[in-house]
Structure formats: C-alpha cells, structure tokens
C-alpha cells in the first residue's frame, strides 16, 4: 500500500471514530510502530490531526465562546434530547448545581416537578427558575460576565463551597478521554474544577460534536466524571474510550420530556 493511501485511510478513521491508537493501526495495516508513528506526525504536519500518547485524535474545528444566544442556537434538538435523559438522574430533595453552559439552560427548562435546592452560577437559569414554588433556588453571585450571562470569580467560588451538593450537572466545550473535560472559557473551568472537588456526583451534557476533541482548559480529569450524557451521534469508539476509564454513557433518544415540554 502507498504512504498516501495509509495515511488518507488513517485520516478517515480519526474523522469517522474521532481518534486512533497506534497499536491497532500497527494490526490493521500490518506495519511497525515507527511506520504508525512517522504517518501521524506527517498529518500533524499538515494541520490534520493531533498526536498524544499511543496515537491521535481529530483537530477540533476553530471555536470561540460565543455569546449565550448564538451558543443556545447550536444543536438544539441534541441539546433538548440530552437535557431530558439528564432529568431522570435528579432525585426528590436533591442539591444540584446547574453551571452557565447553553445545555444546562436546557436542562433548566426541563426539571421535573419535583422539591429540590438548585444551586447555579448562572443568570439565565435564575430566570428560567425563578416562578417554580417546587424548587429552592440559589445564586453564587460573583463577577458578572455579560457575553455567557453569568458569574465568574473568587465571590462565585466561595459561594459553592458553602452549599452541600450532591450532583453537578456541567456543559464542557470539548470532552476527550485522555485530556479529561474541558472548557475555552478560563473562569468557568477554574469555577467548575473547584466545584467538583467537592460533589458527589459529576454528570456532564455534552453533544456528539464536542466529544473526542480537545479546548484550551481541562477542569476534570475523565475518571472523575460519573456521567456523561450525549446524544447518538456519538460514535461507539468514543464512547468505549470513556466507559474503559469508568464513566458511565447515556445516549440520549426522542421521548417526552417529564416536565411537559415538547421539542420543536
């Protein structure tokens, strides 16, 4: 086989299962590791794929933090459909926290009709929550950050360290199973990482589009991340690679949301 046809049959696997191990490259090709080895640093080269310890992974597309609105706009459907699965997991008079990602509005939007402590970082949450006589709802206050509609900031870390939560629901930017989850926005991350030290239960919403690429700042390492909910776009590679490092996968499916809402 020619380099060119091994490394473009590499390139589409990496595309189709979001990442590659050398060692099954070796199998599959018949080759040796340093073969593997030299045909993935020529993609690195070239802008295609990104290289780490016993193979690579796709290159993440260019991402920004976009403001709320336009994040909110991307993937709704998927958005919804994890947003319900998720809402199974909470429990009467349970303490969550709700950070200020656009799946977590979702989520929001879709709590079931059941007592519980919301606690979150996140305006357009309050708001969202603000009219259930159900829930007891908690603000961490902090520094107001306009574009995500939320607060940052030693007030809003402090804050979530007094609370006992059980579970933490969190939106991520980018989830891969060697780098752990991620978010581009470096108070968010820092927000999330102190938070985590301290809750039972992490369960990340994350569609099939963030998964298995890589942001600018892991918060969470994967094996402390209990839950990952996404959606069935997610290839069965990427969601072995995090079920092998003990994080249990929800794929989401279409049904009837607990709360009465009905997707669009």
């Known amino acids: 086989m020619l380099v060119s046809e091994r490394q473009r049959r590499i390139l589409q696997q990496i595309q189709s299962e979001g990442f590659v191990k050398t060692f099954e490259l070796v199998a599959t090709f018949g080759v040796s590791d340093e073969t593997i080895r030299k045909d993935l640093k020529a993609l690195e080269r070239l802008g295609r794929v990104v290289r780490n310890h016993g193979g690579a992974t796709k290159l993440a597309p260019e991402r920004f933090d976009l403001p709320l609105p336009e ?32 799946t977590v509005l979702r989520l929001a939007e879709h709590l079931p009709p059941l007592p519980m402590t919301v606690v979150t970082n996140a305006h357009h949450i309050v708001v969202t929550l603000a009219g259930r006589a159900d829930i007891n709802l908690m603000c961490t206050g902090g520094n107001y950050e306009n574009e995500s509609r939320s607060y940052t900031g030693a ?94 996968v929800i794929v989401a499916k279409f049904r009837t949301s607990a709360a009465g809402k009905k997707l669009q």
């Open 155 to 248: 007030i809003a870390e402090d804050a979530s360290k007094r609370f006992v939560i059980r579970t933490a629901f969190l939106g991520v930017d980018a989830f891969d199973a060697e780098r752990g989850a991620m978010d581009l926005n470096h108070g968010h991350g820092v927000l999330k990482e102190r938070l985590i030290e301290r809750v039972d239960r992490v369960v990340v919403l994350a569609d099939s589009s963030k998964l298995g690429i890589r942001s600018s700042y892991s918060f969470a390492e994967t094996k402390r991340v209990n839950v990952l909910v996404t959606d069935e776009g997610a290839s069965p590679a990427l969601i072995s690679s995090f079920e092998t490092l003990g994080v249990k």
């Open 71 to 102: 994040r909110v706009a991307l993937n709704e459907r998927e958005k919804d459909l994890i947003a319900i699965a998720a809402a199974d997991l909470i429990l009467p008079r349970e303490t969550i926290f709700l950070d200020a990602s656009s």
